[in-house]
Each structure stands twice: as structure tokens, then as C-alpha cells.
């Protein structure tokens, strides 16, 4: 179980080596591919750095696997860096970096284990596949799998919890409807505040900003629709 920096660092490693073997590739052939350095695959496989959320999509990208392919087991406590770091000094990754890593699924066990038909239509609410990000944050995906070109998401912020410390930007389009609490959302040079009831509408490639300014808990309904 990756609890440490360093186990964090070596089970990543381990599931990138097991899965660049698979695919019969070397690693200056997929260091090409996923455009990060040969010194640095070499690295990551051999536990001594941990990669970006950037880097890491590249690479999963490159082998055709979904990026959290790397996501430790839930409770395994391990988090991915913003940039490349020594085993000694990850972060985990706030709401922005993990919609720029993109959520295909959930980490592997706890709910997203729950039973259920892989045809059904229904999630229910024991059932869905849930993230904790950085900053008390959490994705709940209302699809049973992930669904092509679409996030559907119901989204909580803690007091105070914010989905990153910088402004962020992506292709797409989103959509919110907020069910409690109170959600400042900032855009470019404006701010919102967006309370019970409220709904939004914005193009991801304007910085954007999401933070619950309140000493309560913020749930809304999020889509995030990709551009192709």
C-alpha cells in the first residue's frame, strides 16, 4: 500500500514499467511519444520522481490507457505533483489539475466497486464513483462509466475550499446549478457569487476560478462538455 512519498513513487513506476512492456515499447520510444525526456521515464520507473499531472497524461495517453491507470488504491493516501519532485515532496492535486489530467473514473476500490449492471442506466447514490481532491474538494461522477466527451458531475466544496490557487483554462463548456450553499465563481476580470437555486454558463477556455467563500458546504450539479 503506497502510504509514503517514496511507495507512492515506486507503485507508480511499477505500474508504468508493467504497462510499457505490455505495450512492447522502449522507453525512448515512449518518452517520444508521450513528449516528456527519456530521463525523466527513466526516473518515474524507477521510483525517484514523481510526475506531473501534465507529464503523467501524456505517458498514460501514449500507451492508450486512462490516466488513473496510476491512481493508487482509495486509501492508499498516494497524490500526484504538479510538477515533477522528488518521492520527498509530492502534492495532491487540486479541482484545475485534476480536470486538466481529465476524469475518466474513479481511483480503483471503495465505491466505485459498489455492484451494479454495467448496462444499467441508474447510479445510485451509494454507488458513485467518488474523487477527494486537494483542499477538501470532491467529484461524485453521476454516470456509471465514463462517458466520451462529457463530464456530469456532482461537485462539494468545504468552507473555504477553492478548485485551485491559480486561475485555470481548457477546451470546453460547462454548466452548474447550484443545490446548497454559496459558490464564488471567478471569470477573467469578473466574479460571481452563485447561491441556492442559481445556474451558470461559461466557456473553460476563460480562466476560471471556483471557490466556497462560506463557513457551510457548497453541492452543485457540474457538465463539462470537451471541444473536438
Known sequence: MPNTPFEQARDIGEKLRVARKQAQMSLRELADRAEVSASMLSQIENGKAIPSVRSLYGIAAALSLPVDYFFPAEGD?????????APESPSAMTASEMREARLTRAAKGGLDNAPRSASSPIVNVEGRPTIQLKGDVIWSRLTANPEAGVEFLEITYAPGATSGASMSHHEGREFGLILEGELIVELGFERHTLRTGDSIIFDSATPHRLTNGRDTP???IWVVLERK
Open 218 to 220: 457548497m453541492r452543485a
Open 77 to 85: 493516501g498516494g497524490e500526484l505533483s504538479d510538477e515533477p519532485a
